[in-house]
């Protein structure tokens, strides 16, 4: 059975009435969900709305481990009604034919709720953290928005990748809380990207569980370095080896952040689906 239910609109706990999704990007995600999913549930989304509610001036992130390109739409249309939604994605979307129906989306739903990231298209689509990215997407935030964001590069499997930086990095620039999301999916296509796996989505509808983590906030980490060290290696500058040291130190500390909601994304899916956490997982439950 497909579920058409929306939560209701909520006030924080302060009697403010809550930003939400632009209408016009909400139905087209909704329509995307109900094109391609015979059914679709949720699970979490009710405990993360009383937290909000606990927490009215927080800022929030969301984030997915990115193995379905279902899984950005499943956001929208689980969250949206209580979350003023930005889309991020690969900038590559804005300039390549091959991703055509991204493109033809992105139109859709106006370019105001979609956001460009760094990405590489050589081969498999992968990310390129550049710093400069999340001064604009911080900005957003502060204005009200609540981007989603891929927790691990896309996924062509149905299978988890090693997580990505970006949304830890985002989450201590912002002090905002990371909710981890995982999709679900059974029967459809594995990872709705190109024109052979979109054909068999529609043919092959899928099961959807839409589950919502608790939200998440990380030990501060000083990421000041990181800008330091960008911008003397964008000007030619010379970075010093303490520089240098200290940069590698900050990294390491954001892949540990990232390695473990990763691993608590992981937790939300079957094993089939863990990829690169599944042994991870297993660890951590023993």
Request: net charge negative.
């Given at each position: 059975m497909y579920s058409e239910r929306h939560l209701p609109h909520q006030e924080d706990g302060q009697g403010h009435e809550q930003k939400t999704t632009d209408s016009k990007f909400m139905a087209y995600c909704e329509k995307a969900v109900k094109l391609f999913c015979r059914e679709f549930s949720t699970e979490g989304v009710e405990r993360l709305l009383e937290f909000q509610q606990q927490h009215p001036e927080a800022k929030f992130i969301?984030?997915?481990?990115?193995?379905?390109?279902?899984?950005?739409?499943?956001?929208?249309?689980?969250?949206?009604?209580?979350?003023?939604?930005?889309?991020?994605?690969?900038?590559?979307?804005?300039?390549?034919?091959?991703?055509?129906?991204?493109?033809?989306?992105?139109?859709?739903?106006?370019?105001?709720?979609?956001?460009?990231?760094?990405?590489?298209?050589?081969?498999?689509?992968?990310?390129?953290?550049?710093?400069?990215?999340?001064?604009?997407?911080?900005?957003?935030?502060?204005?009200?928005?609540?981007?989603?964001?891929?927790?691990?590069?896309?996924?062509?499997t149905g299978q988890m990748k090693k997580a990505s930086v970006g949304p830890v990095y985002l989450a201590q620039k912002t002090g905002a809380y990371i909710v981890p999301c995982g999709l679900d999916m059974s029967g459809g296509s594995e990872s709705m990207e190109g024109v052979k796996e979109i054909t068999k989505g529609l043919f092959n509808r899928a099961s959807v569980k839409f589950h919502v983590g608790e939200p998440v906030k990380l030990p501060p980490i000083d990421i000041g370095i990181i800008d330091d060290v960008f911008n003397k290696r964008k000007n030619n500058e010379t970075v010093s080896a303490e520089e240098k040291a200290l940069f590698s130190e900050v990294i390491r500390k954001l892949r540990e952040q990232a390695e473990l909601l990763g691993s608590n994304i992981a937790e939300m899916l079957p094993e089939n689906q863990r990829g690169v956490y599944g042994k991870t997982v297993e660890n951590r439950t023993e």
């Amino acid at each position: 059975m497909y579920s058409e239910r929306h939560l209701p609109h909520q006030e924080d706990g302060q009697g403010h009435e809550q930003k939400t999704t632009d209408s016009k990007f909400m139905a087209y995600c909704e329509k995307a969900v109900k094109l391609f999913c015979r059914e679709f549930s949720t699970e979490g989304v009710e405990r993360l709305l009383e937290f909000q509610q606990q927490h009215p001036e927080a800022k929030f992130i969301i984030t997915a481990s990115h193995t379905n390109n279902l899984d950005a739409p499943s956001a929208i249309k689980a969250l949206g009604v209580n979350f003023d939604m930005l889309l991020t994605g690969e900038s590559v979307l804005l300039e390549k034919l091959k991703y055509l129906p991204q493109r033809i989306m992105i139109q859709a739903i106006g370019r105001d709720n979609f956001f460009p990231l760094d990405y590489a298209s050589e081969g498999k689509k992968h990310g390129v953290f550049n710093p400069e990215n999340f001064d604009g997407l911080s900005e957003k935030m502060t204005d009200g928005k609540t981007p989603w964001i891929a927790n691990h590069p896309f996924s062509t499997t149905g299978q988890m990748k090693k997580a990505s930086v970006g949304p830890v990095y985002l989450a201590q620039k912002t002090g905002a809380y990371i909710v981890p999301c995982g999709l679900d999916m059974s029967g459809g296509s594995e990872s709705m990207e190109g024109v052979k796996e979109i054909t068999k989505g529609l043919f092959n509808r899928a099961s959807v569980k839409f589950h919502v983590g608790e939200p998440v906030k990380l030990p501060p980490i000083d990421i000041g370095i990181i800008d330091d060290v960008f911008n003397k290696r964008k000007n030619n500058e010379t970075v010093s080896a303490e520089e240098k040291a200290l940069f590698s130190e900050v990294i390491r500390k954001l892949r540990e952040q990232a390695e473990l909601l990763g691993s608590n994304i992981a937790e939300m899916l079957p094993e089939n689906q863990r990829g690169v956490y599944g042994k991870t997982v297993e660890n951590r439950t023993e």
